[in-house]
Nanobody, 126 residues
Framework: QVQLVESGGGLVQAGGSLRLSCEVS????????MGWFRQAPGKEREFVAA????????DYADSVQGRFAISRDNAKNTVYLEMSSLKPEDTALYYC???????????????????WGQGTQVTVSS
C-alpha cells in the first residue's frame, strides 16, 4: 500500500512563501508521476502541478505558473511544492497524489491518480 504524507502548510501573509513536502512510502517512488492538487472551501479539487518520474517534465496550472515550482528527490521519496508570491486565493487544503501508469496527457485530471495524501492546510492572509 502506497502512503503519502504532506507537510509544510501553515499561515502566511500575502506575498510570502511556503514549501510543501510530500513523503511517499514505497520502494518504487521513481516509477510514480506525482501531482499536487488543492481544494478551497466550497470549491472542487483542482490541479496545481505535476512532475514526471525523472523530473523530465513539469506541468502547472495557469493560476500558479511562475509562482510555484514542483520538484522531487527520488532518493528521499519526496516531492516538493515551492510556493512564492502567495495570494489569498491560494488558500486551500493542498494534496499530493501519485500514480504509476498515468499518461502525460491526463496529469491534470485528479481521477487519474490512484494514491492520495490527507492534505496540508495553506492559509494566506491579506
Amino acid at each position: 500500500q502506497v502512503q503519502l504524507v504532506e507537510s509544510g502548510g501553515g499561515l502566511v501573509q500575502a506575498g510570502g512563501s511556503l514549501r510543501l513536502s510530500c513523503e511517499v512510502s514505497t520502494r518504487t517512488f521513481s516509477s510514480y508521476t506525482m501531482g499536487w492538487f488543492r481544494q478551497a472551501p466550497g470549491k472542487e479539487r483542482e490541479f496545481v502541478a505535476a512532475i514526471g518520474r525523472s523530473s523530465a517534465w513539469k506541468d502547472y496550472a495557469d493560476s500558479v505558473q511562475g509562482r510555484f515550482a514542483i520538484s522531487r528527490d527520488n532518493a528521499k521519496n519526496t516531492v516538493y511544492l515551492e510556493m512564492s508570491s502567495l495570494k489569498p486565493e491560494d488558500t486551500a487544503l493542498y494534496y499530493c497524489a501519485a500514480d504509476s501508469t498515468i499518461s502525460t496527457a491526463v496529469v491534470t485530471a485528479l481521477y487519474e491518480y490512484d494514491f492520495w495524501g490527507q492534505g496540508t492546510q495553506v492559509t494566506v492572509s491579506s
